[in-house]
């Protein structure tokens, strides 16, 4: 298999549901059915909705991928993007490409576009409200107050190892977990750049971090805790946090999951209450700015992002992107092998980058020769179960 890195196109394949044993024929066969029937139970749906959800089970189960109605107000571009793979197998489409195509089906299952009664209610939300909700979340919240009193470099080194395992709390991958994939967390990263990220940050004058954040709730508030330290402590002179437009793979945050999170923070009490009330009056000044782009729901990987995202990457200093979903678009969900460096299959992406990531599918790349081996050589699954963490980036 010959490479081409930089900015010319990808020769590694596709990640594709179809290969026997693979983690993503597992999401097609085993998730995505039980996510239909808890979607199903979190909210008294209509008779229509029922139907509809009948509908996509039996849509999942006999793998065929039906077109959206022409009515829908993205059907063209879907239409444009499932080319000759419409009307085909789940399995046999790029990974990436035909789980986005799920969850946009599950949208239209529940009414999420339309013009009855369900329009912009969200789906996961139930789940998302009983995660933050939770007293999980609240002993989180009261560890800050033994961050803050660190030093500096102690302090800020949690604070990023917070936002990093944020990324386990990850409600579409909770519905496969095992009890001891839930307790298990390695103690050494896969890759850790680190030095480079405050390398980035530090000495220089303060820019803007873009955060491309992934997850609600538990990550979520990590995040907007790393956002404020980059803020209080001038290493930022603005944090942009990109979300989802719409409810995505089961727990992604929207806007409202953000304001949801802000609340949380800013009604908690001790350090995590300052931090809310520093991050509510950084977004009322502009300090913490929100974005929502349409690319962010869509099938491509990161390299076909259009003009608008590319100059906001661009412009900042950094950019930080959060989970494992993330690194599938930064990397193309392609069948890299995994000594190929981050670097230059990530050539493309215009300013620095630093994805933080714990381990949930097979992209993977920038490993380590000595890391690789030992991990193979211990015999037990790293590279899909969430017990493993990367921070890797690039200048
Ligand atoms: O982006 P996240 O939240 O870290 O992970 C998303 C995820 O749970 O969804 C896919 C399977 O459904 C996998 O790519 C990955 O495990």
């Not at 196109?9 to 693979?22: K, R």
């Amino acid at each position: 298999m010959s490479h081409a890195y930089g900015d010319t196109e990808p020769q590694a394949p596709p990640i594709l549901g179809n290969v026997p044993g693979s983690y993503a024929l597992t999401v097609f066969r085993d998730r995505h059915p039980v996510l239909i029937e808890q979607v199903r139970q979190a909210l008294p749906w209509t008779p229509d909705r029922h139907g509809a959800l009948d509908r996509l089970l039996d849509e999942v189960v006999c793998d065929v991928m039906k077109p959206l109605d022409p009515s829908e107000h993205d059907h063209a571009a879907w239409a444009e993007w499932g080319r000759g793979r419409l009307g085909g197998r789940y399995v046999d489409a790029p990974f990436l490409w035909a789980e986005s195509y799920f969850y946009r089906k599950l949208l239209d299952a529940t009414g999420y576009f339309g013009d009855g009664p369900w329009r912009g209610v969200d789906p996961f939300g139930p789940m998302k409200q009983a995660e933050l909700a939770g007293s999980v979340v609240d002993g989180e919240l009261a560890a800050l107050d033994e961050t803050a009193a660190l030093p500096a470099a102690e302090r800020a080194a949690a604070l990023l190892l917070g936002s990093l395992w944020g990324n386990r709390a990850d409600l579409s991958f909770a519905v496969t977990l095992t009890d001891d994939d839930h307790d298990e967390r390695a103690d050494g990263l896969v890759v850790d750049d680190t030095e480079l990220l405050w390398s980035l940050l530090r000495g220089r004058p303060p820019g803007t971090v873009v955060i491309v954040a992934d997850n609600a709730g538990r990550e979520l508030l990590p995040d907007l805790l790393l956002a404020d330290h980059l803020l209080a402590e001038g290493l930022a002179e603005r944090a942009v946090l990109h979300v989802k437009p719409q409810p995505y793979f089961v727990s992604d945050a929207t806007p409202a999951d953000v304001a949801a999170g802000l609340r949380r923070l800013a009604d908690a009490p001790g350090e995590a209450g300052k931090a809310g009330g520093r991050l509510w009056a950084a977004t009322g000044s502009g300090r913490l700015a929100l974005r929502a782009h349409p690319f962010a729901c869509a099938p491509l990987p990161y390299r076909d992002m259009p003009d608008d995202l590319r100059a906001e990457f661009a412009a900042a200093s950094l950019t930080i992107t959060k989970g494992d979903l993330n690194y599938r678009r930064l990397v193309g969900d392609l069948m890299w092998p995994a000594l190929t460096p981050f670097a230059e299959v990530t050539g493309y992406f215009p300013g620095p980058l630093v994805a933080l990531r714990t381990l949930k599918s097979d992209a993977l790349v920038g490993v380590p020769e000595p890391v690789l081996a030992a991990l193979d050589a211990a015999g037990r699954p790293w590279r899909t179960t969430g017990t493993h963490a990367m921070i890797q980036g690039r200048p």
